[in-house]
C-alpha cells in the first residue's frame, strides 16, 4: 500500500498519524514512545542534527545551537524576533529548511513504523496562514521528496476528526485552536451526513503558550532583579528559566499555585505564580482572544447563542481562563476534544486516506463528505481610482470567508486614452489601501488595438480546493483573452539553496 500520512507541524509541538481503509485512525510513536514531537531542532558540533525531546533539553546546555519557534517565520527568511539570521557553524537555517528537519522526523518515524517509505502527506497549518506562509510549509515538505496532497487549516481538521466521532449530530461548531504559537477561531456547520463547512475563520499567527511563558519569564526576572541576580546574565540560566516558566504555565492549568527554583549568579531563588497571577499577566491576550472571537462570529453573521458545540483544540486552550470565556461567550460548556495534542494530525490523516487512500466503501469514512475549507484572507486586485493623483487601491473580488473551490469575476476599466497594455495585479488582504495587503503576483495583458478610457476589463479569479489561485483577465467588450497567472508558492530559498538542503536531508539520518 502507498501510505498518506497526517501531519501536525505545529509551532511547538508536531504530532504524525495514518488512517486505514476503514477509517481506523493511529497516532505513530517514535522508538522512545512519544507520539508528540517537540518542533525544536538541535545541531551538535560534528554530528547529525537532533529533532524533539532531546534537542529541547539541549536547549538548557548549548541555546546557540537549538532553534524553536520557527513556524512563526514561514513565509520569511528568518524567525528570530530581532530580525537576526539563526547561524550555526557558519550554515544560516531558514524557518522552511528547519520546517523540513521536524518533517523529515516525523516521516521517519511513520517509515519505521510500516517498515516501507512514505512520500505522500498532507500537513496542517494554521487557518490564518497566508500564501507565503503555506507555500513556505509545502516547499519542506518538497525539500525532504514528500508529495503534499494538500495544505489543510488546523481547526477543520481537528473538526473533522471530532465530527467522524460524532457523525449524525447536526449543529453549528466554533473550534477554538489556542497552540503554543498561533491562534485560530473557526466557525463550522455540521450537516446530518457529517458534511463540514467552513462559514468564518479568524486569528493571530503570532499568539499562543510561548506569548505566555515569555511573561511569565519576565516576572521571573523581576522577581530574581530584587534578590540582587540577573536571569539574562548567560544564555544557560535563561533558557532553564524559560523551560522552567513553560512548566509553571502547564502546572497553572490544574492547580491553584505553581513554584520553581531559579538558579541566577551561582545561587537558587525560589519563584512563585498563583494562578490569579498568572491571569492578570495574560490580560491583554485574553482581551485580544476575545475579541477575535467576537469579530469571527460577527463577520460569519453568527451570533453566539447559534453556536452549539464549542470544540477546544491545542495545548494552550487548556488553560482555564480561555474555558471561561468561551463558556461565557456562547453560553455553554466548552468541548475539549480527545487528544487536544493530537486531533489535528488525526484530522489530515483521515483526510488523507479519504482523498488518495484505498478507502473500504463500507466504512463510516466514505460516507462523510470531505470538508469545504474557506478563504482565509480576501485576494483582490490593484485598481488605479486618481490618474492625477496616482492614487492606487485594493479592490477585493474574492471575500475572506468564502468557501472554496470558489470562481469569481469583477468588471474593471482603462485608466487612460488609447491605453495599450493592462498590468493585472493579484493582492492578499482585508484592507483597501495597499499598504497593509501582501501582492501575490502580476501580469501584463496587451489589447489587440488603443482602446479608450473607461473601456472595460473583465477579470476573473479561482481559489481551488487545493488552494491555487489562478487569474485570468479578458476585453470586456469583445472577450478577447488579455492575460492570466497562477500564483506560484514560492519558496525563499533559491533553487542552490533548496538543491543544497535536498542533498543535505538525503546524507543525514535525523536523530
Request: proline share 5%.
Amino acid at each position: 500500500m502507498d501510505r498518506i500520512i497526517g501531519i501536525d507541524l505545529g509551532t511547538t509541538n508536531s504530532v504524525v498519524a495514518f488512517t486505514d481503509p476503514n477509517g481506523v485512525t493511529e497516532v505513530i510513536a517514535g522508538k522512545d514512545g512519544d507520539r508528540i514531537v517537540p518542533s525544536v531542532v538541535y545541531f551538535p558540533q560534528g554530528g547529525d542534527p537532533v529533532v524533539g525531546t532531546a534537542a529541547k533539553q539541549y536547549a538548557v546546555v548549548e541555546p546557540d545551537r537549538v532553534a524553536k519557534l520557527f513556524k512563526r517565520g514561514m513565509g520569511e527568511r528568518t524567525f528570530q524576533p530581532d530580525g537576526s539570521p539563526f547561524t550555526v557553524d557558519g550554515k544560516t537555517w531558514s524557518p522552511e529548511e528547519l520546517s523540513s528537519l521536524v518533517l523529515r522526523k516525523l516521516v521517519q518515524m511513520a517509515e519505521e513504523h510500516f517498515g516501507e517509505p512514505v512520500r505522500r502527506a498532507i500537513i496542517t497549518v494554521p487557518a490564518y496562514f497566508g500564501e507565503p506562509e503555506r507555500a513556505a510549509t509545502r516547499s519542506a515538505g518538497e525539500l525532504i521528496g514528500l508529495d503534499v496532497l494538500r495544505i489543510l487549516n488546523e481547526p477543520t481538521a481537528a473538526a473533522f476528526a471530532h465530527g467522524l466521532e460524532h457523525a449524525g449530530q447536526p449543529g453549528r461548531v466554533l473550534v477554538f485552536d489556542l497552540g503554543g504559537g498561533t491562534f485560530d477561531v473557526t466557525i463550522m456547520d455540521v450537516g446530518a451526513d457529517g458534511a463540514l463547512e467552513v462559514v468564518g475563520t479568524g486569528g493571530d499567527r503570532r499568539l499562543g503558550g510561548a506569548d505566555f511563558d515569555q511573561l511569565i519569564y519576565e516576572q521571573m526576572e523581576q522577581t530574581v532583579s530584587k534578590a540582587g541576580g540577573n536571569l539574562a546574565a548567560d544564555p544557560w540560566t535563561k533558557a532553564d528559566a524559560y523551560a522552567k516558566a513553560e512548566e509553571v504555565k502547564k502546572e497553572l492549568s490544574s492547580l491553584d499555585s505553581s513554584t520553581r527554583p531559579i538558579t541566577a549568579g551561582g545561587r537558587p531563588v525560589m519563584f512563585s505564580l498563583s494562578r490569579a497571577e498568572f491571569e492578570g499577566l495574560i490580560k491583554q491576550q485574553l482581551q485580544a482572544v476575545g475579541d477575535i472571537t467576537l469579530y469571527t462570529l460577527e463577520n460569519a453573521d453568527v451570533a453566539p447563542a447559534d453556536i452549539t458545540t464549542v470544540l477546544m483544540v491545542g495545548g494552550s486552550s487548556r488553560i482555564p481562563a480561555f474555558h471561561t470565556l468561551l463558556a461565557d461567550t456562547c453560553g455553554r460548556e466548552p468541548t475539549f476534544s480527545r487528544n487536544l495534542d493530537e486531533d489535528v494530525a488525526r484530522g489530515a490523516a483521515v483526510l488523507a486516506t479519504k482523498l488518495g487512500g484505498e478507502l473500504n466503501p463500507r466504512s463510516q469514512l466514505a460516507a462523510i463528505p470531505p470538508p469545504v475549507d474557506t478563504a482565509s484572507h480576501a485576494l483582490g486586485v490593484t485598481v488605479l481610482v486618481d490618474e492625477r493623483l496616482g492614487t492606487e487601491r485594493n479592490s477585493i473580488v474574492i471575500p475572506a470567508g468564502t468557501a472554496i473551490p470558489v470562481s469569481r469575476e469583477e468588471t474593471y476599466q482603462t485608466a487612460a486614452a488609447n491605453q495599450k497594455q493592462i498590468n493585472v495585479r493579484l493582492n492578499e488582504g482585508d484592507d483597501e489601501d495597499l499598504e497593509f495587503v501582501r501582492e501575490l503576483g502580476s501580469s501584463i495583458g496587451t489589447f489587440t488595438r488603443p482602446v479608450p478610457k473607461g473601456h472595460p476589463i473583465r477579470v476573473e479569479m479561482s481559489y481551488t480546493a487545493d488552494q491555487l489561485i489562478r487569474v485570468k483577465a479578458f476585453d470586456g467588450q469583445d472577450g478577447t483573452f488579455l492575460c492570466e497567472f497562477e500564483v506560484e508558492r514560492k519558496s525563499n530559498l533559491s533553487d542552490l539553496e533548496k538543491k543544497a538542503a535536498r542533498s543535505f536531508l538525503a546524507s543525514v539520518d535525523v536523530k
